[in-house]
């Protein structure tokens, strides 16, 4: 079982940035397609964007123009650097690895956004 840990959230004020970073234990790292998720009070978790093992970047569109996710293989760390940050943004975002039928989750990092 892959072990997710992240950090770099924080209290930020609108228009402002932070940037996440997860790292992961276990071999399989440079083979998983990585993701950050987030999830607000009483809404359903989201994802934010998607990094494959081949350096592949999708996003949603809520974040596309804003977020970056770039992964380093030789430092088993996935990153997300968030610019211009809305109080929308508030939430945990959470880190998850998948490979072959693995799937881990990371305990989440808190982002809050003031206005």
């Known amino acids: 079982q892959v072990q997710l840990v992240e950090s770099g959230g924080g209290l930020v004020q609108a228009g402002g940035s932070l940037r996440l970073s997860c790292r992961a234990s276990g071999s399989t790292f440079s083979i998983s397609t990585m993701r950050w998720y987030r999830q607000a009070p009483g809404k359903q978790r989201e994802l934010v964007a998607t990094i494959s093992s081949r350096g592949i970047t999708t996003y949603a569109d809520s974040v596309k123009g804003r977020f970056t996710i770039s992964r380093d293989n030789a430092k088993n760390g996935v990153f997300l650097q968030m610019n211009s940050l809305r109080p929308e943004d508030t939430a945990v975002y959470l880190c998850?690895?998948?490979?072959?039928?693995?799937?881990?989750w990371g305990q989440g990092t808190q982002v809050t956004v003031s206005s």
């Open positions: 998850n690895s998948a490979a072959y039928a693995s799937v881990s």
